[in-house]
Nanobody
């Protein structure tokens, strides 16, 4: 079992930056593949980025590639999402997720076992 708590969301102007954090507690953080998803009002939750247990392998959706960077600090039990060049279409609730059942990096929400409560990101035009 792992508990996830996101922070760092807020209101930002288009072109600005934010860094989201997700703090994990419970079982060994380094045993989990971690990911970020987002959900805009009226839309399905979509994949944003994922990172392998050791941080070597990452995966990004096409819509954020080149603008967002996922990273993790296993000593601090934290995963980050650095978001640059933000656009109004990035507005959504952002969720942290953990997968403990294998070491593969997945892009589907069904693959993840644990979820945080989310943090809101709003990008003003």
């Amino acid at each position: 079992q792992v508990q996830l708590v996101e922070s760092g969301g807020g209101l930002v102007q288009a072109g600005g930056s934010l860094r989201l954090s997700c703090a994990a507690s419970g079982r060994t953080f380094s045993a989990y593949v971690m990911a970020w998803f987002r959900q805009a009002p009226g839309k399905d939750r979509e994949f944003v980025a994922a990172i392998s247990r050791g941080g070597v392998t990452t995966s990004y959706s096409d819509s954020v590639k080149g603008r967002f960077t996922i990273s993790r600090d296993n000593a601090k039990n934290t995963v980050y999402l650095q978001m640059n060049s933000l656009k109004p279409e990035d507005t959504a609730a952002y969720y942290c997720a953990a997968r403990g059942s294998s070491s593969d990096v997945y892009r589907t929400k069904a693959a993840y076992d644990y979820w945080g409560q989310g943090t809101q990101v709003t990008v003003a035009s």
